[in-house]
Nanobody
Framework: QAPLIESGGGLVQAGSSLRLSCAAS????????LGWFRQGPGKEREFIAA????????YYGHFMKNRFTISRDNTKKTTDLQMDNLQPEDTAVYYC????????????????????WGRGTQVTVSS
């Protein structure tokens, strides 16, 4: 299968917004759930948000919904993560992920079997 490819990371100041995009290829059509995780320095990989094949099905990790918005374009075969009011604690490598499924209704654990990963994109937020 084609890889997941993230883009849009960079260095921003606190309070800024950033939009990440993931080229998901064939996983953006059919029964695939797409999502975003992040891993900060010295921290475990953390679930941010996921979206099902029906783009109205979205699920967010704890404390993520207020500033993060996930979207999906099955025509362009991409999933995006809009991040607003970024803070230094949001500094991390952000990963796109995919797994087979038709509905997401609970947290997605990074260790879940069958999860595919992109290589990640670095987001650094300065104070």
């Amino acid at each position: 299968q084609a890889p997941l490819i993230e883009s849009g990371g960079g260095l921003v100041q606190a309070g800024s917004s950033l939009r990440l995009s993931c080229a998901a290829s064939e996983r953006a059509s059919g029964a695939w759930i797409l999502g975003w995780f992040r891993q900060g320095p010295g921290k475990e990989r953390e679930f941010i948000a996921a979206i099902g094949p029906a783009t109205t099905n979205r699920y967010y990790g704890h404390f993520m919904k207020n500033r993060f918005t996930i979207s999906r374009d099955n025509t362009k075969k991409t999933t995006d993560l809009q991040m607003d009011n970024l803070q230094p604690e949001d500094t991390a490598v952000y990963y796109c992920a995919a797994k087979r499924g038709s509905y997401i209704g609970n947290d997605w654990n990074a260790g879940d079997e069958g999860t595919s990963w992109g290589r990640g994109t670095q987001v650094t937020v300065s104070s």
